[in-house]
Each structure stands twice: as C-alpha cells, then as structure tokens.
C-alpha cells in the first residue's frame, strides 16, 4: 500500500469483491460489497477513481457495469475515472468459474473499445495488462495472485500512470540515486523498465504484515513509506 504514492488518495482492497453483482465468498468465509456499493460510500473529495476490480466477474456485462460505474462516480463529482486493463495471460479460474483468461480479454477488448469510441470521454485506459504480461515473477501460478514484487510493482505502476496522467514529475525514479524523471513518462509506453529491488524493500515484511489479507485500507501517502519511518 506504500508504493502507492505521489498523490492524496483512499485505497478499498478487498478479495473476491466483483464490480455490481454480488460479490463472491472469499477463503475466509467473507463477502465483500461490491465496488458499486464501495463507490457509493466514496470519501468525500476525490475527482479520479482508478478501478482494478473484474477477476471474479463474467464478461457478459462488462459494458453495463463500465456504464453504471461511470453513471454513480459522476453523480459523485468525480471527473476522470482510470480503468486498469486485466492480465489475461493467466491459468486463474474465479469462485464460481466466472473469470478465466478468455473473461479477461473480452473485458479487456471491451474496455479498449469503449475507451476509443469515446463513449465516456472521461474514462482512461491504464494497461496493466499489457505492462505485466511477461512479468510472470510478479505473481503465483495462477498468473493474477500477486507475489510481493508484484504488489510493489502494482503499486508502483500505478503512481506512475498517475503522475503521466497529471503531469507532474513521478514520484519515485527509474532506479535507487537516479533523478525523477519530469514530467512522468507514461508507464504504458515504455513497460516495466524499472529497478524495483534498489526502490522497495523487496525481501522484507512490513511492521503489520499478516497471513491474511488486509481487506480494507488507506494508503499512507504523504507520510513516507513504512520502510523509511
């Protein structure tokens, strides 16, 4: 959650969680609301939602769901939402098989359509996708599940997709003693070409590290990062 940074943000994690159907139960027996639901009780403030939901979900109504998301985040005053794009080259079967490599290409097609007919001229495509297809380090053998350099380079990439997006300079560089780059380059556009070994405490556990997962949570940004506290 600390490699998420570089600006003011609410982070709402949760496992098995789907974007307007019910969600699925998770292996500790828990059945998060969806992200519709977790939209609705947004924090009040906020002008970009960055959606990473859809593992557990059908792409059959990927559109509707796009169009009911992007419907409630306006009513809430939010004015740009950034959509990240599904790893597709996965073996992952969701709970109640309802996600698998070819859901995600579909959703993943769907959204880049949606996104070049400019049907919603304030949605933007993140390409996480594509950044971490050949990244297979990052995650287990179900290539979705992260490993800890995956976490960090979610992280990570999405800070950076933000910076591109605001034009502000990003707010880690390439590598450990090299200068920010400014303005950001857009991640999308040059892949995963950074050191994250020399920029994250790769081998380590943080302060609060558990077998679990932390469903729900607040990145810390602007406090630094718990490994330099």
Request: charged share 25%.
């Amino acid at each position: 959650m600390d490699a998420v940074q570089g600006f003011d943000h609410s982070l709402a994690l949760a496992s098995c969680r789907r974007r307007v159907s019910a969600s699925c139960e998770n292996f500790n027996d828990f059945v998060p609301i969806t992200m519709y639901e977790e939209l609705d009780n947004h924090p009040d403030g906020f002008t970009t939602l960055i959606v990473a939901t859809g593992y557990n979900d059908s792409d059959g109504n990927f559109a509707d769901d796009v169009r009911d998301i992007v419907t409630l985040a306006r009513s809430h005053d939010y004015e740009r939402i950034v959509w990240l794009t599904l790893r597709a080259n996965v073996s992952y079967q969701s709970p109640g098989d309802r996600g698998n490599a070819a859901v995600f290409e579909r959703s993943n097609e769907t959204l880049r359509q949606i996104a070049v007919d400019g049907t919603y001229p304030d949605l933007v495509v993140a390409d996480w996708a594509t950044f971490a297809r050949d990244e297979d380090q990052w995650f287990s053998d179900d290539g979705i599940h992260l490993r800890l350099a995956g976490s960090y380079a979610a992280g990570d990439y999405i800070s950076r997709k933000m910076a591109f997006l605001d034009q502000r300079p990003c707010p880690e560089p390439a590598g450990a003693g090299l200068a920010l780059a400014d303005p950001c380059p857009d991640p999308d556009g040059h892949g995963p070409t950074i050191d994250l070994a020399s920029l994250y405490p790769l081998t380590e556990r943080g302060p609060d590290a558990r077998f679990e997962l932390m469903w729900e949570g607040a990145g810390s940004w602007p406090n630094a990062p718990w490994w330099d506290r």
